[in-house]
């Protein structure tokens, strides 16, 4: 009796009950319906978002990996052949040659301070006094043009790595010069010293590594007959002296390297102990500074051509020992700082000792 009495009420709800009631059951089921709906659009959006990270983590991956091939790409087999050393002078070749050099200036990316000033003061030199910025000798050795000017030699006191040995002061560069864009490689050293003399413990197939295990009676050596097969005066090729050495490196900078920043960023212009360790590398592989000079931090020890002295010390120095710069493979990067001195005995050698050319500038007007 009960059951038949509630079945009776329940038809006896009114037409608005009803319609209320079904109103509610259509909204409940789109509710669940949208419920769904919005759970597989959620999940899709998910996914999607998930796909468009992915994809952009590898784009970003792919622009990284050319970019560090780009950066530590070999330069190319054949030397471009710039004015010869005999045309330093030859002023109508002068602006084809520059326009050429401002079309292939090196990039001033990731150097320090004072990199782009350095390098138009280059440029300006050469088209007040009629100088090539790049010449090239009869070995395939490519020399850029050093403007003189004025910089602090040694380091601030709050430089890390420093050294007691390395006062700052100041410097002046009063005459131009023109310095090897790379280290003396074992292909040059054995065109100059014979093609069975190469007496570095990284050889490689093409010689394009620096040419190492040298003394400094070696480097003097190879320059004085480097002066002999060209028929220049004795002299016009040399090491340089440290404040020569020390201004090139620089290139207009006074940060402890000529880029700008720590080692990580010191990796894509030099090789040293935390950028592998694992030897010499080719020559002109990574970036140069402001001057176009390639290497000047690490690789291989520079020889130069002065006895170890004390700043600011006339006549305070040691014959015994000769100055060494730049640092190399197996120093850390602050043994590779601009200022970081070192001094060795001139018949020193080992697999870390190599050698730069400085080729004497004509005098100007």
Same mark, same amino acid.
């Given at each position: 009796?009960?059951?038949?009495?509630?079945?009776?009420?329940?038809?006896?709800?009114?037409?608005?009950?009803?319609?209320?009631? @079904?109103?509610?059951?259509? /909204?409940?089921?789109?509710?669940?319906?949208?419920?769904?709906?919005?759970?597989?659009?959620?999940?899709?959006?998910?996914?999607?978002?998930?796909?468009?990270?992915?994809?952009?983590?590898?784009?970003?991956?792919? +622009? +990284?990996?050319?970019?560090?091939?780009?950066?530590?790409?070999?330069?190319?087999?054949?030397?471009?052949?710039?004015?010869?050393?005999?045309?330093?002078?030859?002023?109508?070749?002068?602006?084809?040659?520059?326009?050429?050099? @401002?079309?292939?200036?090196?990039?001033?990316?990731?150097?320090?301070?004072?990199?782009?000033?350095?390098?138009?003061?280059?440029?300006?030199?050469?088209?007040?006094?009629?100088?090539?910025?790049?010449?090239?000798?009869?070995?395939?050795?490519?020399?850029?043009?050093?403007?003189?000017?004025?910089? +602090?030699?040694?380091?601030?006191?709050? /430089?890390?790595?420093?050294?007691?040995? !390395?006062?700052?002061?100041?410097?002046?560069?009063?005459?131009?010069?023109?310095?090897?864009?790379?280290?003396?490689?074992?292909?040059?050293?054995?065109?100059?010293?014979?093609?069975?003399?190469?007496?570095?413990?990284?050889?490689?197939?093409?010689?394009?590594?620096?040419?190492?295990?040298?003394?400094?009676?070696?480097?003097?050596?190879?320059?004085?007959?480097?002066? !002999?097969? @060209?028929?220049?005066?004795?002299?016009?090729?040399?090491?340089?002296?440290?404040?020569?050495? /020390?201004?090139?490196?620089?290139?207009?900078?006074?940060?402890?390297?000529?880029?700008?920043?720590?080692?990580? /960023?010191?990796?894509?212009?030099?090789?040293?102990?935390?950028?592998?360790?694992?030897?010499?590398?080719?020559?002109?592989?990574?970036?140069?500074?402001?001057?176009?000079?390639?290497?000047?931090?690490?690789?291989?020890?520079?020889?130069?051509?002065?006895?170890?002295?004390?700043?600011?010390?006339?006549?305070?120095?040691?014959?015994?020992?000769?100055? +060494?710069?730049?640092?190399?493979?197996?120093?850390?990067?602050?043994?590779?700082?601009?200022?970081?001195?070192?001094?060795?005995?001139?018949?020193?050698?080992?697999?870390?000792?190599?050698?730069?050319?400085?080729?004497?500038?004509?005098?100007?007007?």
């Amino acid at each position: 009796m009960m059951a038949k009495l509630e079945r009776k009420k329940f038809h006896k709800l009114s037409p608005v009950d009803l319609a209320d009631i @079904e109103q509610r059951f259509r /909204e409940r089921k789109q509710a669940r319906q949208d419920a769904h709906g919005g759970d597989q659009r959620r999940a899709c959006s998910r996914l999607f978002k998930r796909v468009l990270i992915w994809c952009a983590a590898l784009m970003v991956l792919a +622009i +990284i990996i050319s970019t560090i091939r780009e950066k530590r790409k070999p330069p190319p087999a054949q030397v471009q052949q710039g004015t010869s050393i005999a045309l330093l002078r030859d002023a109508a070749r002068l602006p084809a040659d520059l326009r050429e050099f @401002e079309t292939r200036a090196a990039v001033l990316d990731g150097l320090a301070a004072g990199s782009k000033t350095a390098r138009d003061a280059q440029i300006d030199f050469a088209r007040t006094h009629g100088f090539p910025v790049e010449v090239v000798n009869t070995i395939a050795m490519r020399f850029r043009l050093i403007p003189p000017g004025a910089f +602090i030699m040694g380091s601030p006191n709050t /430089e890390a790595g420093r050294s007691p040995d !390395e006062p700052a002061h100041s410097q002046t560069m009063t005459s131009p010069f023109y310095l090897g864009i790379c280290e003396v490689t074992q292909a040059q050293w054995s065109r100059v010293m014979g093609a069975d003399n190469n007496p570095s413990w990284y050889k490689t197939k093409n010689n394009g590594n620096p040419v190492e295990k040298i003394t400094w009676y070696d480097a003097v050596n190879f320059c004085e007959k480097l002066c !002999e097969s @060209e028929g220049v005066p004795e002299g016009t090729y040399r090491l340089p002296h440290e404040r020569e050495w /020390e201004y090139a490196c620089r290139a207009g900078t006074q940060t402890p390297y000529s880029s700008a920043g720590d080692w990580r /960023e010191l990796r894509y212009f030099a090789d040293f102990k935390e950028n592998g360790d694992q030897g010499t590398s080719r020559v002109g592989r990574l970036r140069p500074n402001a001057w176009g000079l390639y290497d000047m931090h690490g690789n291989v020890w520079e020889w130069c051509g002065n006895n170890f002295y004390t700043y600011g010390e006339p006549g305070a120095a040691d014959p015994q020992y000769k100055a +060494i710069r730049g640092g190399n493979w197996h120093l850390t990067a602050l043994d590779c700082r601009a200022a970081s001195r070192y001094r060795l005995p001139p018949d020193s050698h080992g697999n870390v000792c190599g050698f730069r050319v400085l080729r004497v500038a004509p005098l100007t007007d």
